[in-house]
């Protein structure tokens, strides 16, 4: 079956189609094989996803493979880690081109300083009594993913660190905790420009997680918005409806597209793919942008 990009824009309106346009795989630190994350979003009812890993696009191929077979639409998909005022923010990328130079470019840049911490990390964790904890973790994710605070916490829960993931990520890689280390990653202007310049569209990815007043948000916003920025997530998981509908406010009052996306890594009881939930309806939604394209 092929579809145009308009009917499934149409499809997503209707009841049960569902869009996740927020999901990691194995290739950054997210459980399942890109396939895998494929097989189960379609399994939920998802017509339409990006595989957004951290820093890297080096799921997309098995993606897009496993997409055509089991016959869901994606586009392109990146999680850029940015520092913003001394804060890490989140850029998701969606319908660019993976092997644009901007792109690799700074994607080579953020492997470089995400190897460089994780073994950073290691090292800390070392001290804590956790013996090889880089080589350990390294071996967990495979040799090719970009190692993330998350896959530090499934290897603490692996060893019996704490008693939940959550837990373990608290205890040791929380900023001020044991074996925290400050992240050196890209400006959200560099991220922008990366995703704009490879024919893009930059998106803030889950707005409300920063801990910012809204005096802070609204700045970050503008400043996204100033660098090129062109759209911010509305709907995600662990979200109260009041969250939602202040960003349902937000996307309409700064003209920026809505996205929404689960931010799904494993298997958990909140957070499910496909379950980030639909676009409230005052916002424009993504895929009613320009620049909005199918991979599959
Ligand atoms: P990093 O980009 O290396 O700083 O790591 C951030 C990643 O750590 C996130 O993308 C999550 O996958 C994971 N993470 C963040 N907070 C927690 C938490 N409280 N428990 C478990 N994993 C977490
Ligand atoms: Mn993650
Ligand atoms: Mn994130
Ligand atoms: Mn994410």
Redesign the pocket.
Known sequence: MTITTDELKQFLITDGARADLHL?SNAS?GKLSPAEVVAAARERGVVLLALTD?DTCDGIKEAVQACTEHNVHMTTGIEI?TIWRGR?IHIVGLCFDPNHPAMTSLLEKQKKLRDD?ARAIGEKLEKCGFKDAYQKTREMAGNTATI???NY?AYLYSVGAAET??QC??KYL?EGRKAYVR?QWCSVEDAVNAVNLAGGIAVLAHPRSYDLNNKWLRMLITDFKNAGGEAMEVSGSLQSPADRDFLQVLSVEYELFASCGSDF?RECKYISIGGGGRLPDRVNPVWNHKKFKLEV
């Open positions: 990691h630190d951290h880690s890490e911490r993330t605070r998350g916490t993931m959550n990520f608290a929380a992240a890594h």
